[in-house]
T-cell receptor, first 116, second 116 residues
Framework: AQSVTQLGSHVSVSEGALVLLRCNYS??????LFWYVQYPNQGLQLLLK????ATLVKGINGFEAEFKKSETSFHLTKPSAHMSDAAEYFC??????????????WGAGTKLIIKP | DAGVTQSPTHLIKTRGQHVTLRCSPI?????VSWYQQVLGQGPQFIFQ???????GRGNFPDRFSARQFPNYSSELNVNALLLGDSALYLC???????????????FGPGTRLTVL
């Protein structure tokens, strides 16, 4: 069964520093990959997704992620952190096996802390 | 346009009771999915409905049921509540026009259920 691993339940960076949030998935079959962000007391918002095509995906708020099939990874980066980026980030994967019993499999989340 | 709305925002129940959670999707969206998010974990898929038909079911007991109405709104019902059912219940809607695996899901703010 598919699983998603996010390394680090908490990541702390200084304002202006590089943000790197790691995501690895278990299956080597074709997948679609997503990053969502959850601000306190709010629902989840899509940052970016990879379906097909270019493996470097640009999303909202300056975030981007690179799909590396050989490493089964989809790490999220942002060159310069802002205080407003403080939130919890979730990586999710769906299998490309048709529409029967479609579901997203989610990682446990990484809480991003921005230090002034 | 209004986003996904959920009601109630908070709910306190006791063990053995029944609960109904409600979700209204974004206008024009025909697919609704339900997730359970336990504190400190990623969302767990419960159900997906499209055009009033169940299209996917996660690994949850039969105490959990759902339905989708002709206006595409949805209800999640949980019977015989257990302490472990305490969680944030998220509803997400998606257009449902294409392949479900690539559809962006738009999340509501969730219903916080506490079981005492």
């Amino acid at each position: 069964a598919q699983s998603v691993t996010q390394l680090g339940s908490h990541v702390s960076v200084s304002e202006g520093a590089l943000v790197l949030l790691r995501c690895n998935y278990s299956s080597s079959v074709s997948v679609y990959l997503f990053w969502y962000v959850q601000y306190p007391n709010q629902g989840l918002q899509l940052l970016l997704k990879y379906t097909t095509g270019a493996t470097l995906v640009k999303g909202i708020n300056g975030f981007e992620a690179e799909f590396k099939k050989s490493e089964t990874s989809f790490h999220l980066t942002k060159p310069s952190a802002h205080m407003s980026d403080a939130a919890e980030y979730f990586c999710a994967v769906s299998d490309v096996k048709g529409d029967s019993n479609y579901q997203l499999i989610w990682g446990a989340g990484t809480k991003l802390i921005i230090k002034p | 346009d209004a986003g996904v709305t959920q009601s109630p925002t908070h709910l306190i129940k006791t063990r053995g009771q029944h609960v109904t959670l409600r979700c209204s999707p974004i206008s024009g969206h025909k697919s609704v999915s339900w997730y359970q998010q336990v504190l400190g974990q990623g969302p767990q898929f419960i159900f997906q409905y499209y055009e009033k038909e169940e299209r996917g079911r996660g690994n949850f007991p039969d105490r959990f049921s759902a339905r989708q109405f002709p206006n595409y709104s949805s209800e999640l019902n949980v019977n015989a509540l257990l302490l472990g059912d305490s969680a944030l219940y998220l509803c997400a809607s998606s257009p449902g026009r294409g392949e479900f695996s690539t559809d962006t899901q738009y999340f509501g703010p969730g219903t916080r259920l506490t079981v005492l």
